[in-house]
């Protein structure tokens, strides 16, 4: 450890902490918001703030600080070295840390913890601020507060399934979902049965619930579902028992449905869906969710909505992870998906076993480089991994091929429940 040097003005490299900086170790009621860290008023708290480098060799670090009221002292930790900084001033500083040695294309972790404080908190934070070597562009940060959110977020990944040309009408796609032990990490959405129009799977809400999720959009394009005019409306047409349906907004709107089920991790769940067009509604799709219960030993009805303006069967196979809780964005999580089959108008079945690694905006834009995709040990699986700022060199456009099971899985599509 030593004394940081005397407070000066840099003109290196600026992180935002409210875009990159999470509470990793929570006491009393500090928070991150869009200008830093906020209300630290509690000694053990941890604040940690990642970038990712292109370059290696020296990094030399500094805090943009100020405190309201008294002084405080603050340990900055970089690599094992820490650094004790002072805050006594009342405008905003950037003061020294030090400098630390950081290898090329891996993410830097910075820690930031209270020692000792005379007022009621420990200040505010609002930046990292770096130079030197390994602080030469590319660097990998979220920069624009316009972006924090989903920045914090992190990057949401996807598997596209390749169907083969020739395939006909498809109008089932069933696949499974297993999340390993330790990866349900709260905030999670395991997207299964994914299609054009919508997508089902299973999300991690809170250490209490856990919900299988089914929407489909409208094809009225709003954030808010009360402007869907009746002719665009998502209609309900059957759900399951103990599933809850209502209308969703706020990316994009339409008919959403959910069940409370306690999934557990480690365990294998099936999903099917279907989409054919409506027979009753002109110019209309149905879409239909089932999810095997394997404590019931049964399939068991999602939901089954008509969507207006469009006569399609299945689309876009794919299967997505995302985390939707910005404060769990440092938190990695992982999810496999294996046995992808599709049966078309005819009941013919097509195993599908190619898939493209695609990524969000916040990954494309450079702002996030924490995710992963591949085929799983084992070998008739996918996997996708995002979040927690792990070093991966993964592209987009990838494609994986995973080994063939060779036999569908029997389901007895004249017997699901409709209601």
């Known amino acids: 450890m030593f004394s940081a040097l005397k407070a000066a003005s840099f003109d290196g490299v600026k992180i935002p902490l409210g875009g990159n900086a999470f509470v990793t170790r ?15 008023d509690k000694e053990n708290a941890m604040i940690s703030c990642w970038f990712k480098t292109s370059h290696g060799g020296k990094l030399t670090l500094s805090v943009q600080a100020r405190i309201t009221k008294g002084t405080s002292k603050i340990l900055v930790s970089v690599n094992e070295k820490s650094s004790e900084l002072d805050i006594k001033n009342t405008n905003w500083e950037a003061i020294p840390a030090g400098s630390f040695d950081v ?7 910075v820690d930031l913890k209270g020692i000792s404080k005379t007022g009621p908190d420990f200040g505010v ?161 149905v879409y239909t969710s089932w999810f095997f219960d394997p404590a019931r030993n049964n399939w068991r009805l999602i939901a089954s909505f008509s969507r207006p303006q469009k006569v399609t069967w299945y689309k876009r196979p794919h299967s997505f992870l995302e985390n939707f809780i910005p404060s769990q964005g440092h938190l990695a999580r992982k999810v496999e998906f294996g046995n992808q089959w599709v049966i078309d108008e005819h009941g013919n079945w097509t195993e599908l076993t190619k898939a ?62 409709n209601k």
């Open 125 to 285: 934070i609002s930046d990292i601020i770096i130079e030197g070597e390994a602080a030469t562009e590319p660097l990998v940060f979220v920069r624009e507060p316009g972006n924090f959110y989903f920045g914090r977020r992190g990057p949401s990944v996807h598997l596209s399934y390749e169907v083969p040309v020739n395939s006909g009408n498809i109008e089932y796609f069933y696949n499974e979902v297993t999340v390993p032990e330790g990866e349900d990490v709260i905030g999670s959405y395991f997207m299964v049965n994914g299609f054009a129009e919508g997508y089902c799977g299973i999300q991690v809400n809170s250490a209490d619930e856990r919900r299988i999720l089914f929407s489909v959009w409208s094809p009225f394009e709003t954030d808010n579902p009360d402007q869907i005019p009746e002719e665009a409306q998502v209609r309900l047409l059957n759900k399951g028992d103990d599933v809850v349906t209502k209308e969703f907004g706020g990316e994009g709107s339409g008919g959403q449905s959910f069940l409370r089920y306690n999934w557990k991790a480690g365990l294998t769940y099936r999903f099917l869906t279907r989409i054919h067009p409506d027979e009753n509604r002109l110019g209309a799709t």
């Open 356 to 417: 493209k690694f695609t990524f969000d905006a916040t990954a494309k834009a450079n702002r996030r480089a924490d995710f992963d995709g591949g085929v799983s040990k084992n070998p008739k699986t996918f996997y996708l991994k995002n979040c927690g700022f792990f070093n991966s060199s993964i592209q987009a456009g990838s494609f994986f091929n995973r080994e063939k099971s060779g036999i569908h899985p029997e389901i007895d599509l004249g017997l699901l429940p």
């Open 26 to 40: 929570s006491e009393g009621n500090v928070e991150i918001d869009d200008n830093g860290i906020v209300n630290w």
């Open 103 to 109: 290898p090329e294309n891996e993410y830097v972790r």
